[in-house]
């Protein structure tokens, strides 16, 4: 088994899941009650036409445009610029009655409901891979973290329960009973702000592993973190220093990639994974490919030597 202290983070939809579950979501807080459907619905479309009105006129103003966005620098300013315009939307859905009476337990079943149903389905390979990289014996939460912008954190819990991937903590917003959105509560109990662009993700990622080595008890170093994503706010994850990171995308053109490749970064197929410290970035259809991977495979000798070493354990 490769060892089991590398932290893993991931994102949620569409890496985890096979698409975006906003709209799964959303559809079962319209629909959960049928006397209110109507109104909600109307709230709803207001909120995504607004939001793509403002998406729109800022891809107009914007500059550098796309095409003329050729360093990673550049990349990431217009990901961070996006910050208000998310914000404001998040606002609207809080200031509707969409998500006004849902409670934790409804979220989290109606999670698992989804994957249930179909209506939800993992990323192929992903509960074995999660199973077979994961220690028994490790604590809930130290090396496998979700962060993802999604409305809801307990939904994502649900979801993740339904997939036999108990083990992962979830870093995201919260849709409270009273309708608004606020950001999650982190591993140490504090008020987190919302995680809507690629900058809070990367701030709650970095948290995650100040929180995993700060638990950690083993003398030995722990391997390099991973980060798993399919999209655009998660390219300063994928870029950190010191993270290994994977892009998850069913096509070698999907549209992460064409990001990356327009400002010169070429992700590397996760087969050709290499210990180095030089920074990587690889790429990756599903987690059958990761697992079966040198990142994974090339680890098992090292993970037997840890375990047959004589470990002083931290007071």
Not at 229 to 235: E, V
Request: charged share 30%.
């Amino acid at each position: 088994m490769p060892d089991p202290r590398r932290p893993w983070i991931l994102d949620f939809d569409g890496t985890i899941t096979t698409k975006d579950t906003i709209s799964t979501l959303t559809r079962f807080a319209i629909s959960r009650d049928e006397s209110e459907r109507d109104e909600r619905q109307k709230a709803w479309e207001i909120i995504v036409k607004a939001y793509a009105a403002d998406l729109n006129r800022h891809e107009k103003k914007y500059v550098p445009a796309k095409e003329e966005r050729e360093t990673l620098q550049e990349e990431i300013d217009y990901y961070r610029d996006l910050q208000r315009i998310e914000e404001k939307s998040f606002e609207r859905i809080s200031k509707s009655a969409i998500f006004r009476g849902i409670e934790k337990d409804q979220w989290m079943e109606w999670g698992q409901k989804a994957v249930q149903g179909g209506i939800v389905k993992g990323r192929k390979g992903i509960h074995e891979f999660v199973k077979g990289m994961t220690d028994d014996n490790s604590p809930q939460c130290l090396y496998w973290g979700v962060v993802s912008v999604n409305f809801s954190k307990y939904f994502i819990g649900g979801v993740l329960t339904a997939l036999g991937l108990r083990k992962m903590c979830a870093l995201a917003n919260i849709a409270h009973s009273n309708g608004r959105l606020t950001g999650s509560i982190d591993l140490n109990g504090e008020q987190e702000p919302l995680i809507v662009t690629s900058e809070h993700k990367l701030t709650a990622m970095r948290k995650f592993l100040e929180y995993s080595r700060k638990h950690e008890r083993m003398a030995l170093p722990a391997p390099m973190p991973v980060y798993i994503g399919d999209s655009g706010p998660d390219i300063e994850c994928l870029m950190e220093d010191g993270i290994i990171g994977i892009v998850m995308s069913e096509k070698e053109d999907g549209n992460l990639m064409q990001t990356l490749k327009r400002v010169n970064i070429h992700p590397k197929p996760i087969k050709e994974f290499r210990e180095t410290d030089e920074k990587m970035v690889y790429w990756a259809r599903d987690f059958t490919e990761i697992a079966a991977s040198p990142l994974v495979t090339e680890t098992r000798a090292e993970a037997c030597f840890a375990r047959e070493v004589d470990v002083q354990i931290a007071p």
